[in-house]
């Protein structure tokens, strides 16, 4: 069963840095899975931040480009999410995601998404 395991979350202030880890269980990065990073603020619609595909390919929300990098461990099976220059509109749940099907391009929505973390809170103070 694949299992995606987020930390790295906490309570900043706006500017500060951030940087988020996701272990995947039984992921081969041979396959053509993409990994994401999406959040959900409170009474909002989830949406992705992030996108990285089987060759390293990212994709960014206009709203974090920039700011978030994106970025895999192959050694470790374990994606990250360095979030720098933070603002009070980037808190949120934030959850990293994994799809069972292959694709050329990573795809931007979250129903394309198989396998999802628990989730780890950011909170950005002004």
């Known amino acids: 069963q694949v299992q995606l395991v987020e930390s790295g979350g906490g309570s900043v202030q706006a500017g500060g840095s951030l940087r988020l880890s996701c272990v995947v269980s039984?992921?081969?990065?041979?396959?053509?899975?993409?990994l994401a990073w999406f959040r959900q603020a409170e009474g909002k619609e989830r949406e992705g931040v992030a996108y990285?595909?089987?060759?390293?390919?990212?994709m960014y929300a206009h709203s974090v480009k920039g700011r978030f990098a994106i970025s895999k461990d192959n050694a470790k099976n374990t994606l990250y999410l360095e979030m720098n220059n933070l603002k009070p509109d980037d808190t949120a749940m934030y959850y990293c995601?994994?799809?069972?099907?292959?694709?050329?391009?990573?795809?931007?929505?979250?129903?394309?998404?198989?396998?999802w973390g628990q989730g780890t809170q950011v909170t950005v103070s002004s």
């Open positions: 995601a994994r799809t069972r099907d292959s694709f050329a391009s990573c795809p931007r929505g979250k129903d394309s998404f198989n396998y």
């Open positions: 039984r992921y081969s990065y041979s396959t053509s899975s993409c």
């Open positions: 990285i595909d089987k060759n390293g390919n990212t």
